[in-house]
């Protein structure tokens, strides 16, 4: 006889086993879809030659510089070559700051200089300026020096990544406060110039530009950072004699905001047409090198994010929104205008996702969103574990997505191997030789197949709310 408690426990039974089917048949076919995903990116993928373009064809592009401008032609020629549903420029206007010519930094008596870059956003030192030198090994320990102690002396922060942190993204963030916030210490204990050791752990003649930050209630003096083997060298003869004196010279100005562009492609939603994934990267570029890694690199991904739907026939069900950011470098008003046109709009997004940390081997994805998110995100990580990315938990999404925040939008990072990021990372050595093809278009791959199972499946109401 069978009775209502057997009848139960068999149609739960029932149900258990044809839910365990469903699942394993949506493994199953995202699984293929993935393979499908990486063949067409490593066999015919795109990422490789528009990188080598980039650099090549347009070179550098500073904010405001006429390399950026040629930057904004060849991205919206190139999008509208792949027939996507739309392509469009979106104007700002941003800072022009120019290096001039070369900068000097010698120490006084010798004749060889220095290898060093001026920080950017510098101000020129009109002339050379010669003074003595006051070594600091650490941020910390030049905001601990006394008021007026430092007056006429030229600075040195000597301050190195910590090597004991393994991800070198987290030892970056430790030390580059150094660039943005130093000069203004300096100059607030009395100091005329300001040098400092480049944010890498390689010893190189490649000296590191970056963005600094005046403040406003100190004076503006010349910022420069030497080469890792230039503050070795530095340090070494300050050791032997304490009173040597540095030269410098920059010849850096600030110009009017100048006319720029983010420039934008999407492919339709079949079903939420009014719901937005944003991914992309950062046009601009410092203004030595080729901006190869930081961040062609990641443009060029989001791009071919794009053209691995169209060329595979994927119909997203959400509109796919692939955005070149401008101005990331110094002042992120690519980004500050792209969220001030999405709130205009209205629009709702499902998620963004950024690419800026190079284009090396991929690892996986940091998550900016709650931890239902996280947690939801991971149910995923056996299908990216053949590809050998295996990370996908809690951490920061990028600087352009970042203020999409506001509008409680989850933000993806995409995070590569950053062990030798920091060779190339704001130097005249960040060119399109330093990128392996392999690892480029791996990241690509992998940016694809997370936006495919995040547009697939989107995320649960409880969690969206």
């Known amino acids: 006889m069978i009775t209502p408690q057997k009848a139960f426990r068999f149609l739960l039974c029932l149900f258990l086993l044809s839910t365990a089917f469903a699942n394993w048949s949506h493994a199953q076919t995202d699984s293929t879809m993935l393979n499908t995903i990486y063949f067409e990116a490593l066999e015919n993928g795109h990422a490789y030659e528009n990188l080598r373009s980039l650099c090549k064809d347009v070179g550098h592009r500073l904010s405001g510089s006429e390399g950026a401008r040629k930057a904004v032609i060849w991205s919206e020629v190139l999008m509208n070559t792949y027939g996507f549903d739309k392509v469009w420029t979106q104007p700002m206007m941003v800072p022009h700051w120019e290096r001039g010519a070369p900068e000097r930094v010698a120490i006084a008596g010798k004749d060889s200089t220095l290898d060093a870059l001026a920080l950017g956003g510098s101000v020129g030192s009109n002339g050379m300026t010669e003074a003595q030198v006051e070594e600091f090994r650490t941020m910390q320990a030049l905001r601990d020096a006394p008021e007026g102690s430092l007056s006429g002396k030229i600075v040195f922060l000597n301050q190195a990544m910590n090597a004991k ?14 660039r943005v916030w130093g000069p203004s210490e300096a100059a607030r204990k009395g100091a005329i110039g300001f ?8 010893a190189d003649d490649f000296p590191h530009t970056g963005v600094l930050v ?26 032997a004699n304490p009173g040597l004196k540095l030269q410098l010279q920059t010849n850096c100005r600030m110009l009017p905001d100048a006319p720029s562009h983010n420039v934008i492609a999407e492919i339709s939603g079949t079903e939420f047409p009014n719901k937005i994934f944003t991914f992309g990267g950062h046009l601009d570029s410092w203004d030595v090198g080729e901006g190869a890694h930081d961040d062609g690199a990641g443009v060029i991904q989001a791009l071919e994010v794009l053209r691995l739907f169209k060329v595979l026939g994927i119909k997203p069900k959400h509109t796919l929104r692939c955005v070149f950011f401008m101005n990331e470098e110094n002042g992120s008003r690519g980004a500050k205008a792209y969220a001030q046109m999405c709130k205009e709009r209205d629009e709702t997004h499902l998620a963004a996702m ?23 995100m991971q149910q995923w990580l056996p299908l990216f574990e053949p590809y050998l990315v295996h990370i996908i938990r809690p951490g920061y999404g990028g600087v352009d ?37 392999r690892e480029l278009e791996l990241g690509a791959a992998g940016m694809a197949s997370m936006v495919y199972l995040i547009d697939k499946y989107g995320f649960p109401e409880k969690i969206e709310r």
Do not use: W
């Open 354 to 376: 950024e690419s800026d940390r190079g284009g090396f081997a991929p690892r996986g994805f940091h998550i900016d969103a709650t931890p239902m998110h996280v947690d939801y």
């Open 214 to 239: 005046y403040a406003n209630d100190t004076d503006s003096i010349p910022a420069l950072a030497l080469s890792t083997n230039a503050s070795f060298y530095l340090s070494r003869q300050l050791a």
């Open 165 to 178: 942190v393994i991800d070198a993204f987290n030892a970056y963030g430790t030390c580059a406060g150094g």
């Open 195 to 202: 040098v400092m050791r480049s944010a890498g752990m390689r």
């Open 401 to 437: 997505i970042n203020p999409l925040k506001e509008f409680g939008t989850p933000l993806i990072g995409v995070v590569p191997d950053s062990q030798r990021y920091f060779d190339v990372h704001h130097t005249a050595n960040d060119t399109f030789e330093t990128v392996n093809k």
